[in-house]
Nanobody, 131 residues
Framework: QVQLAESGGGSVEAGGSLRLSCAVS????????LAWFRQAPGKEREGVAG????????YFADSVKGRFTISQDAAKSTLYLQMNNLKPEDTATYYC????????????????????????WGQGTQVTVSP
């Protein structure tokens, strides 16, 4: 079963940048989705960026378009989220996720055509952006 482990969170001032990494323990094939979600206190978990690994099709939440980039390394063993021009409203716990089971948490749906739902999660990494 796939294991996901995030790293790279931290505290930055508004306008700064961070790069999150997610180690993917095994590559289960090319027809999978990987994504970054975030959850702020008192709010629902939301999809930030996703990628369909077969075609490289990417998806972004409107709130991060033009600021965040999602990518994988050549071996497809690490998923990245490059976050630029960070804003205080980006403050949240960020989770790496996949649509490949078994499920280890809530199932969360998106409106991304090729990556409709996610059910396996990493442990999360905190991102805090100060004004």
């Amino acid at each position: 079963q796939v294991q996901l482990a995030e790293s790279g969170g931290g505290s930055v001032e508004a306008g700064g940048s961070l790069r999150l990494s997610c180690a993917v323990s095994e590559h289960t094939g090319s027809n999978i989705c990987l994504a970054w979600f975030r959850q702020a206190p008192g709010k629902e978990r939301e999809g930030v960026a996703g990628i369909y690994t077969n075609t490289g099709t990417t998806y972004f939440a409107d709130s991060v378009k033009g600021r965040f980039t999602i990518s994988q390394d050549a071996a497809k063993s690490t998923l990245y989220l490059q976050m630029n021009n960070l804003k205080p409203e980006d403050t949240a716990t960020y989770y790496c996720a996949t649509d490949i089971g078994p499920r280890n948490g809530d199932r969360v749906d998106t409106d991304w055509a090729l990556c409709a739902d996610f059910l396996r999660w990493g442990q999360g990494t905190q991102v805090t952006v100060s004004p």
